[in-house]
């Protein structure tokens, strides 16, 4: 398993990581993920590790906090060849202080992570989204805290935009607080905004993609058909609302593309969505799931070849939607890549 530094950070990340959003299986959404239990848990992170898959992703709000239980137990027995990464922020009950990243929520947020992760400390902590209501000063010297107190070893953000982030690393740079090393975005074939904004700074920053539901919610699976119902035992069925929304029109294109391609390669729909991943800029690991070992199995086949730049290309253009603003205006002009040239190559 390839293993790549984790934006400007020491820490190596592998290019696959693993998302435990299936185990607990609390809820209504996250029971329509999955209810992987402790033991078949540990089959999973066994099989993980065995393959370099080192890196484990949780959330206190995955399932009410009984995936961080369930992950935590079924690494107990291997904590030290493990990074677990876990996030706060998001609304865990009704409380007025049950929410965001305010000093008394992310300190009260990070203790009950290491109980249920069963602990000393968390290799990667998130911030799951931007809270408007706090003081930016306020959450970075609570993490700068949070890290010298060694509970935490590395701090990132999920679902931040431009300038919240770059306002963020600004007052870090400022005052020598810990900088965020990691983004976890949503980035898919069939949802490529990432690029136009958040790309461009992390590769100026140093600020390492760590891609969430990068099968398009579930629609790169080659289960999901152009005019086709949903197959039944989809997650989609019950979750589609939830996620994010993707064009059908382009989600039928894609797929028409993957198919071609399966068909060159021998590798599934998902195998070559999720390669297509690992090769795009600023792109540190693709987090995957599964509900069981075969599962598994055939997101770990995602890695060890290559697609060849003709097949690139034609997953590109497909996938390709007309630039937003304020990008539109002149992107296909004549001298705007003189006058921007790509911050990535």
Known sequence: MEHRTLGRSGLRVPVLGFGAGTFGGRGELFGAWGSTDVADAREIVDRCLDAGVTLFDTADVYSEGASEEVLGAAVAH?????????????PTGPGPNEAG???????RAVHDALRRLGT????????????????VDEVLSTLDRLVDDGVIRYVGVSNYSGWQLMRALERADQHGWPRFVAHQVYYSLIGRDYEWDLMPLAAEEGVGALVWSPLGW?????????????????????????????????????????D???AETGRTVPQIALNWLTTRPTVSSVIVG????????????????????????????????PAPYPHFPYERQEGFARLNPPAVA
Do not use: C, M
């Not at 291997?78 to 996030?87: F, M």
């Not at 990243?101 to 300190?107: F, K, V």
């Not at 699976?221 to 993707?246: E, I």
């Open 290 to 321: 599964a509900r069981d070992l075969a599962q598994l199995e055939q997101n770990l086949g995602a890695v060890g070849w290559e697609l060849d730049a003709d097949q690139l290309a034609r997953l590109d253009a497909v996938s390709r939607r």
């Open 218 to 258: 579930g629609r790169l699976t080659g289960r999901v058909r152009r005019g086709a119902p949903l197959p039944a035992g989809s997650r989609l069925h019950t979750t589609a609302a939830a996620g994010p929304p993707v064009d059908d029109q382009l989600l039928g294109d894609v797929v028409d593309v993957l």
């Open 101 to 107: 990243t305010s000093r008394q929520h992310l300190r």
């Open 120 to 135: 000393d400390h968390i290799d990667l902590f998130q911030l799951h989204a931007y809270d408007a209501a706090t003081p």
């Open 78 to 90: 291997r904590r030290d060849e493990v990074l677990i990464s876990t996030k706060a922020a998001l």
């Open 260 to 262: 071609r391609i399966s």
